[in-house]
């Protein structure tokens, strides 16, 4: 692998989260200034497919596959990857179907929370899937370290993820959980992710564990991968949950 070549692939992950940052800030911009539904939403689509295109690699679904061996290992990646992928829609259809309560329940109105709280916890979760992807990239590139020390710093990233939603915005939320339908939606959303957070935590430090013990390789690792989308699908669902429980209407 040549200098040029290293570069490159970590380049390429910068340069998607400069994007994923400058638009992140001009979702909070316009719900502080005009509170544009149109607007946020297609802000919130055009993240969510940066994020599945270049961080979780939705394209390898596609690549073209020569092996026909059902022993083979290119033909049990592929496997791999469409039945996770199907795993991780399904999981989609539930989150889905929290944004719609959320909706129907409270309309355009939103609950009274700390808007810089969540944007600060909000930039926690980008910036540890900008680490992940390059956890990931130094290990396709043959660089353990670089694998174990940016897989090290997405898990405290996620843990302080967690410390600030569940140690912090739960804590001082104006509601408890049984006080109005706002209350319930919040609690409802922000748990179910917290509760995929710290499963995600949970995986990525098996896959540090087995990086330390030298169980992968830059061309066998499937859990690594896997480890991957899984944590960019959690910042996938944020990024839809952040503008709908802090942005989106006039206060509830």
Known sequence: MTHEKHSSSLNQGLVIFIFLAFLTFVEFFIAIT?????????VAIVKAGLVMYYYMHIYKLAEPETETDQHSEPWKLATNRLGFWLFILSDAFLF?????????????????????????????????????????????LG????FLLNTALTMLLGIGFLAGVVGVEWQHAPFSVADSAASAVFFML?????????????????????????????????AVEAATVYWHFIDVVWIFFYPALYLIGRLA
């Not at 005009?34 to 297609?42: E, G, I, P, R």
């Open 190 to 222: 922000t748990g179910m992710h917290a509760f995929h957070v710290l499963t995600g935590i949970i995986f990525l430090g098996i896959i540090l564990n087995n990086g330390r013990r030298g169980l992968y390789t830059a061309e066998k690792h499937w």
């Open 96 to 140: 889905a179907g929290l944004l719609v309560t959320r909706f129907n329940l409270l309309g355009l109105t939103r609950p009274d929370l700390d808007q810089y709280l969540g944007l600060a916890v909000t930039a926690v979760l980008l910036v540890s899937s900008f680490f992940m992807n390059r956890a990931e990239t130094h290990l396709n």
């Open 143 to 146: 660089n353990q370290k670089g």
């Open 34 to 42: 005009n509170q544009s539904l149109a607007m946020l939403t297609v």
